[in-house]
């Protein structure tokens, strides 16, 4: 691309976007070139910020035409670069933080419709004030967009009894790769008149067209949550009780979180005022939550009584049920603490990976000792969400190691990590997608017939590879 087709596409999208809808120095795009943790960096012709729906259309239409390639962007919370561009400063990304606005909100329907711009601490707060719930729940939620958590199917706290965000999504509209716009944002419970195309575009990544907009369904505000932490012995103790208060309670419990002695050291080494204490000085704790529609007391007494139960028969070691919403959210502000409290440790080799919770314990017990034959001083820091099958299984450097000595070691630790995970059944990645950094993944565990089937669908939805390329599928 020489310089005068560059300033002919920059001009077509200012006349389309507005001036304040483009950044085009190094300077203004700098901050929409990098992910959180500094791994994926990218290079961009121009980042451009359309106001509406028929802006994007445009943008992608135009874009189509001449063979430029764009790269969706939500709030750049993502953990894999699924939302950066390459470096060849030939792409462009397409960022909606623009498109924010609350656009319907139902309260008889118990649905909101937002443009994918809107950052789920809006969408919450804007069920809230209708008496609502939006329950997807994650530590990110001032930084990112609904679009993003769409594109990447997020998952959070709440999945063990809401699911992830495809199952709270209802409609969606999407702007194609050749610049049409898909609209689907009737709300419908039911609808069984052919292909349910929304699903094509949720967990995605942007590489079969942007979403602009999306209906999602809101749920009665708990009238009461129960909050406590429970150490146990190993990650086995932790499925009995998870099956104790599955069957006791059955959808009140809302959450379900595993933790380790090590992720709540680091919590309680880099952030001290939070109450990071280990009951028991137990190897492992649990944070769960439970909900219900009821404001009296029973929910609180009966989790009492279970966690009562559950100790007299040596299941549980210790338990502290928090006494209020704010002990509850000091509890809450621990877990959310970890990922951070890793990061700020030093560096770290890190695995979003699901498996079917009978086999989670089996996984954990054989892993830990095979690390350490293998890795001497490495330091797992494993957390997650136990309820639903994810775990979020971390390598810390050993400690006084030297950084990239253990950076090194990366490609053998994920190949003894991800082996045995899909050996039993799971997956690689359980919610944080695939991106650019789990491309190789896709090739070495996914089997031919369904890459075929996955190039299939992108050919036929984006067969001049415009969206996000580079992302998701590996290399033919």
Request: glycine residues 10%; proline residues 5%; aromatic residues 4%.
């Amino acid at each position: 691309m020489n310089p005068q087709q560059a300033a002919a596409h920059l001009a077509f999208f200012r006349t389309v976007c507005g001036a304040r809808g483009v950044r085009s120095t190094p300077q203004d795009q700098a901050s929409y070139l990098e992910e959180p943790r500094g791994r994926f960096t990218g290079a961009a012709l121009a980042v451009v910020l359309p106001g509406s729906t028929a802006e994007v259309a445009a943008v992608v239409q135009y874009a189509q035409t001449h063979g430029i390639a764009i790269v969706p962007q939500g709030g750049q919370t993502g953990l894999c670069g699924g939302a950066l561009p390459d470096g060849s400063g030939r792409q462009i990304v397409l960022n909606l933080k623009r498109m924010r606005r609350v656009l319907a909100l139902d309260p008889v329907e118990a649905t909101v419709t937002v443009e994918a711009g809107c950052r789920l601490a809006e969408v919450q707060a804007a069920a809230d004030a209708a008496g609502l719930w939006f329950p997807l729940s994650l530590a990110s939620a001032g930084e990112c967009q609904i679009g993003g958590n769409l594109a990447t199917n997020a998952g959070g706290h709440n999945v063990l009894r809401y699911g992830n965000v495809r199952e709270l999504c209802l409609g969606l509209e999407v702007v194609l790769a050749d610049g049409r716009i898909w609209s689907d944002l009737k709300g419908l419970r039911k609808d069984n008149s052919g292909y349910d195309l929304k699903q094509l575009f949720i967990g995605a990544e942007g590489t079969l067209g942007v979403i602009t907009a999306a209906i999602l369904r809101l749920v009665p505000h708990p009238a009461q949550q129960v909050t406590a932490q429970v150490a146990v012995s190993d990650p086995a103790a932790a499925l009995r009780l998870l099956g104790r208060l599955s069957g006791a309670v059955g959808e009140a419990l809302t959450a379900f979180e595993l933790m380790s002695a090590f992720s709540l050291e680091l919590v309680a080494r880099h952030f001290p005022d939070l109450p990071a204490r280990q009951l028991e000085t137990s190897p492992w704790s649990v944070l769960l939550e439970l909900s219900g529609a009821s404001s009296d007391a029973g929910l609180s007494d009966r989790l009492s009584q279970i966690l009562d139960a559950a100790l007299r028969a040596g299941e549980i070691r210790d338990a502290v049920v928090a006494r209020n919403a704010s002990q509850g959210a000091r509890l809450w502000a621990v877990r959310n603490a970890i990922p951070d409290a890793q990061r700020r440790e030093g560096p770290s080799i890190k695995h979003d990976i699901a498996l079917p919770r009978a086999r989670m314990a089996a996984f954990i017990g054989e892993m830990l000792p095979l690390l350490e034959s293998r890795f001497p001083g490495v330091r797992p820091c494993v957390f997650g969400h136990l309820g639903d099958g994810n775990l979020h299984f971390n390598l810390s450097l050993p400690q006084g190691g030297d950084a990239q000595a253990f950076l090194d070691q990366r490609d053998a630790l994920e190949r003894l990590v991800h082996d045995r995970v899909v050996a039993l059944g799971g997956s690689f990645s359980a919610e944080h997608g695939i991106g650019q950094l789990k491309r190789g993944e896709m090739a070495r565990y996914k089997d031919a017939v369904t890459l075929d089937l996955m190039r299939t669908l992108k050919r036929a939805l984006d067969p001049h590879d415009v969206m996000n390329p580079g992302k998701v599928l590996p290399d033919p």
